[in-house]
């Protein structure tokens, strides 16, 4: 009786919930990723040697929607050049900016994905349970 209902919605739904999950865990890591490389960026920074010469050169294709590319990304985590400066850590703070910011919309579309199944399948077992 539940397949009844609107199955096709709710696998849909499952579908989406998931490819939701898979892109929250991949910004999350990302995300892991940038905080590591700007914490080895102020060690560096911090050293009595550090001389603080040049910065990244990080390319400013930004999506549609603000998130980091993933050419940024691999950029900023695995530069090239070990030319660290405090421009540096402005850069990798502007880049964990956008990717919270995108962690955010990922995890509110996320909840609305989940709370949209949830009500299907509810109304579905309602339905199943007035059908008996």
């Known amino acids: 009786m539940l397949a009844m209902v609107d199955g096709t919605a709710v696998g849909e739904l499952r579908?989406?919930?998931?490819?939701?999950?898979?892109?929250?865990?991949?910004?999350?890591?990302?995300?892991?990723?940038?905080?590591?490389?700007r914490d080895l960026v102020t060690a560096h920074l911090a050293r009595p040697e550090a001389g603080g010469g040049?910065?990244?050169?990080?390319?400013?294709?930004?999506?549609?929607?603000g998130a980091p590319t993933t050419a940024e990304l691999e950029e900023a985590v695995w530069?090239?050049?070990?030319?660290?400066?405090?421009?540096?850590?402005?850069?990798?703070?502007?880049?964990?900016?956008?990717?919270?910011?995108?962690?955010?919309r990922t995890a509110d579309s996320l909840d609305?994905?989940?709370?949209?199944?949830?009500?299907l399948l509810a109304a579905a077992r309602r339905q199943e349970g007035h059908n008996r």
């Open 15 to 37: 579908l989406r919930r998931r490819d939701l999950r898979r892109a929250l865990a991949r910004v999350r890591w990302w995300r892991r990723l940038v905080r590591a490389r």
């Open 54 to 65: 040049g910065g990244l050169e990080i390319s400013w294709e930004a999506l549609a929607a």
């Open 79 to 104: 530069p090239e050049e070990r030319g660290w400066g405090p421009s540096t850590l402005d850069d990798l703070d502007e880049l964990d900016t956008r990717l919270a910011a995108y962690e955010t």
């Open 112 to 119: 609305n994905v989940t709370a949209q199944m949830v009500h």
